[in-house]
């Protein structure tokens, strides 16, 4: 039989992280379409605040990136296993999980992945995240910095193709985000109930099918990186 489980999956940095990321990224893209289109749209009142502003959010954006990467290279040390596809999950976890979001999904079969703290993500997930957060918000951040101080760096623009180049590429990963962020909130809405995936980013626990019949093992309820489990106590 199936029972569910309460888990601890988002410890509070990773939320804090998350929903920084997120309003910094927003922020960004509302901002970019406005100096993009400043005849079109008007967005923030002058040309200069949203400039200042996109600027600002850009700052933000990446000191988060920079305090994501540390926290899970260093302090939960979970960066690649969470993060990088197995060949397994290349070579039938994608197709698998493609298949439920396309169409099992729609006729009610259970999705193929079931999440725990060690392996939160799906293999389309992580594939997705290894692209954006290791290829694509980089070069975001760097390209932003390149903008943000053109004439200090004009002869490494000059290297890189000029500022049109620079400009053309920053617009088409810009667009490439806010094509993210659509697809993302879509996709959280796919579990058992709409707001099932986004319950864990405001209280870190979600609520997950477990086998009754699975080998028995302690489980531990309390967050994990506070928490001693009974077994610990005991001994």
Same mark, same amino acid.
């Given at each position: 039989?199936?029972? @569910? ?17 997120? =309003?910094?990224? #927003? ?18 009142? $002058? ?11 850009? #700052?933000?954006?990446?000191?988060? *990136? ?5 926290? *899970? ?10 993060? #990088?596809?197995? +060949? ?9 999980? &493609? *298949? ?25 997930? @992580? $594939?997705? *995240? ?11 951040? &760097? ?20 500022? @049109? ?13 806010? &094509?993210?962020? =659509? ?26 099918? +477990? ?11 309390? @967050? ?12």
């Amino acid at each position: 039989m199936k029972h @569910k489980e309460m888990m601890y999956m988002t410890p509070l940095p990773v939320r804090i992280w998350h929903w920084l990321n997120a =309003f910094g990224i #927003v922020t960004l893209c509302i901002t970019g379409i406005q100096i993009r289109f400043p005849d079109y749209i008007n967005i923030f009142g $002058a040309y200069k605040a949203a400039i200042r502003l996109h600027n600002t959010a850009g #700052v933000v954006v990446s000191i988060s *990136y920079m305090l994501w990467l540390v926290y *899970y290279l260093i302090v939960a040390r979970s960066l690649i296993k969470l993060y #990088v596809p197995t +060949v397994k999950d290349l070579t039938s976890g994608i197709f698998r999980q &493609a *298949y439920f979001y396309f169409l099992a999904y729609f006729v009610g079969q259970p999705n193929p992945h079931h999440s725990t703290p060690e392996s939160k993500f799906n293999p389309m997930q @992580k $594939a997705a *995240y290894l692209v954006i957060m290791f290829i694509l918000l980089p070069l975001v951040i &760097a390209s932003g910095v390149l903008l943000m101080y053109v004439a200090p760096l004009r002869e490494l623009l000059m290297l890189l193709g000029g500022i @049109k180049i620079l400009v053309g590429t920053h617009f088409l990963l810009a667009c490439c985000f806010t &094509a993210f962020l =659509f697809v993302h909130i879509y996709l959280a809405t796919l579990g058992h109930t709409p707001l099932a995936h986004f319950k864990p980013m405001w209280n870190g626990w979600e609520e997950e099918t +477990v086998e009754d019949d699975a080998p028995e093992k302690t489980t531990e309820i309390t @967050k994990p990186e506070i928490g001693i489990s009974s077994t610990e106590k005991q001994g």
